[in-house]
């Protein structure tokens, strides 16, 4: 019994030394590989966790914070998961005799022709009623907390409104038969003809309104996304406009003024929630992220207010985390107000997997070599071994997701880049290159 115990006890030593040696050969390897990044001189926050053995086998700066960037729409998509039906809401409704009365829930899918099935556009158009747009549901800024104003022009950076249509956007056009175009091409739009501009080198919208400036000469082929500037008038113009280019619809839409939302209202469902979360993930699409915020404050009947969803979220979904390991004050992660450390990145990717099964979530993150904004990296491999989320700002560059070894264990990471002077694409090639390294050697 006594020699029973004993070799017991040696095996567990020998076991226990074993696992401390491999953990530190790691931690050699990977030190080693970041000696051989070219792009050192920022700062770096890394974290690798075995999902299997449920231990961190590297760590660099594992709480230190950093600029989220776009890494904060998993946060929004973590959210969207407890927060959101099925399928996106578009509106609430309810009919009074001819009249058809709707309140906006933010929808980002309404008229947007990344989505070509428009079941919530295809009632207003087939109801055969007057419609009455109920306005002043968001009472908040056409930008998000610590956007910057001068980006007005970009079409990362669409304005946020209670009713989205055309993703807030219109894509100007120079043809192939040298004619221009917008589309939508709504007079409610109140664009000018063409301002010819020879200095510019694109498209820009006048600041204040939706006329534009062209420059001189633009190749056959050209597009360019520009946001739409929105006053009290825009969305019922936009809304009308459309429903009568359809013939079905013989009024205008009519705007009331605020009132709270009736109590027998029903709510009429545009598009399934996952294509919504595949096509923000994969994208990175600032507009669908923005707007779902206001969706989903809509849908808990909160103010639509982005703030008042994050704080429910932070209480209800994250209240078992330390605190001081993030800052969320968006739903893009445009502002650089938003900050995560590397160890808080894991914790999120360990609740997403709680939530959503590998399959599923590896087929809605960006796949290397495959599909999204990681299309174009980890080519080594034919097939995909890092999916996940990547965040983007000047300066700043971070990668969080899952990671799978030429073993088949499955890793989660955390890889943050802050405040770098270099080229994005030179910090991107050594981001490849480390979890390359741990793809082929894990």
Known sequence: MIRFIYIFFLYAFITACTAKKSV???KQQIDHQFDLLAQKNHHIGFVLKDLEKNQVVYELNADKPFIAASTIKLLNFYTGLHFMADSVPSYQYIIKGDSLIIWPMADPTFLNPDFKDQPAFDFLKNSGKNIYLVSGRYKGEKFGKGWFWDDYNESYQAEITDFPMY????????????TFSMSPDLASLYYSEKSVHKSLKSIKRNAFNNNIFVPEQLNLGYKQLIPISFNSNIKESLL??????TGLITSSVSTLPWRPVSANAKIIYNTQA???YKKMLQNSDNFLAEQLLLNYAAQQQLNM??????QKAQQELFNDVDKSSYHWVDGSGLSRLNLISPSFGITLLEKLRQQVNNDKLFDLLAAGNKSGTLKNMFKTSSNSFVYAKSGSLSNNYNLV?????????KYAFSYLNNNFIAPVSAVRTDVEQLLTFIHQNY
């Open 167 to 178: 993703k807030n956007m219109v894509t100007c056009s120079q043809n192939t038969d040298g």
């Open 401 to 409: 997701g899952y990671l799978v070894g030429k073993s088949g264990k």
């Open 24 to 26: 530190t050969t790691t």
């Open 274 to 276: 996952d294509l919504v």
């Open 305 to 310: 207010d982005a703030s008042l969803i994050i």
């Open 240 to 245: 009308t406009d459309t429903l009568l280019a």
